[in-house]
């Protein structure tokens, strides 16, 4: 028996390239759902929002059948046919994020914005996809096994291996501009951050802190303790980068 499927934009990202941006033929001996087909062809499932059957929208249960016409599309703004069965969740309100483990730096800056961002070094993926089912996180990770685990709702798979890179690519993928609340969580444990007295820390400062500086926060959670100094202004410059930057329209949109 066989398939054809054709793959619509950022989800040709996991495809050889002998299979992008056409059609190409899958052989298989019974018939599985297609959701299952279509993970064995190396897409997660978090990032697919409509499937097509010769045409007509269908679900992750429909099972392949001999010489179907498949196509698969990822979110998009586009895709508003009333008819149209949406596979992707959406985006969680309010917007939280959980992290594998190779993704620390990423992490980091999403605190350093102000998102809700879980990440431990050493969480197992297990964990990872019940705790982004279970609180509604997005998980983000470049595993794409860990994606396709049936617990996982929301996730996304992080293209770039350079973290700054990475930072540019959550801002355009999930719209994080105008949601922002910079430097308001603990980039060390993810707590919220707390305007604090200099009097009550006072005790806690070296001498040139206590010198050349008068607003501080306290973490509500670890008790670290921050001040607007070189790291500061280094974050800064950051967030600006990040700000600048802006996502051409998209081209691969084809009209359905």
């Given amino acids: 028996m066989k398939a054809f499927f054709r793959f619509y934009g950022p989800l040709n990202d996991f495809l050889p390239d002998e299979q992008q941006q056409q059609y190409f033929s899958h052989t298989?001996?019974?018939?599985?759902?297609?959701?299952?087909?279509?993970?064995?062809?190396?897409?997660?499932?978090?990032?697919?929002?409509?499937?097509?059957?010769?045409?007509d929208s269908v679900d992750f249960h429909y099972l392949v059948q001999d010489q179907d016409q498949i196509t698969v599309y990822p979110p998009m703004k586009e895709l508003v046919n009333p008819n149209f069965i949406h596979l992707h969740p959406g985006i969680p309100d309010p917007l939280k994020f959980v992290l594998d483990v190779h993704l620390g730096k990423l992490a980091h800056y999403l605190r350093m914005l102000g998102f809700d961002a879980w990440y431990a070094n050493n969480a197992e993926d297990k964990a990872l996809a019940e705790i982004s089912?279970?609180?509604?996180?997005?998980?983000?990770?470049?595993?794409?096994?860990?994606?396709?685990?049936?617990?996982?709702?929301?996730?996304?798979?992080?293209?770039?291996?350079?973290?700054?890179?990475?930072?540019?690519?959550?801002?355009?993928?999930?719209?994080?501009?105008?949601?922002?609340?910079?430097?308001?969580?603990?980039?060390?444990?993810?707590?919220?951050?707390?305007?604090?007295?200099?009097?009550?820390?006072?005790?806690?400062?070296?001498?040139?802190?206590?010198?050349?500086?008068?607003?501080?926060?306290?973490?509500?959670?670890?008790?670290?303790?921050?001040?607007?100094?070189?790291?500061?202004?280094?974050?800064k410059k950051h967030i600006a980068q990040w700000a600048e930057h802006s996502t051409e329209a998209s081209e691969w949109i084809e009209m359905i």
């Avoid at 609340?181 to 806690?204: D, H």
């Fill in 133 to 235: 089912q279970q609180e509604k996180r997005i998980l983000l990770t470049r595993d794409t096994l860990l994606l396709k685990r049936n617990a996982v709702v929301y996730g996304y798979y992080v293209r770039s291996t350079d973290p700054m890179e990475q930072m540019r690519e959550m801002w355009d993928q999930f719209s994080l501009e105008p949601l922002i609340q910079p430097f308001t969580r603990c980039m060390l444990c993810n707590g919220q951050l707390a305007k604090v007295p200099k009097e009550k820390i006072i005790q806690r400062l070296p001498e040139k802190v206590k010198a050349n500086f008068e607003e501080f926060y306290l973490c509500t959670q670890c008790d670290h303790l921050y001040w607007p100094g070189t790291h500061y202004e280094n974050m």
């Fill in 28 to 55: 298989f001996t019974e018939n599985a759902s297609i959701k299952d087909m279509i993970e064995s062809l190396g897409i997660p499932h978090p990032e697919i929002d409509v499937v097509l059957v010769h045409g």
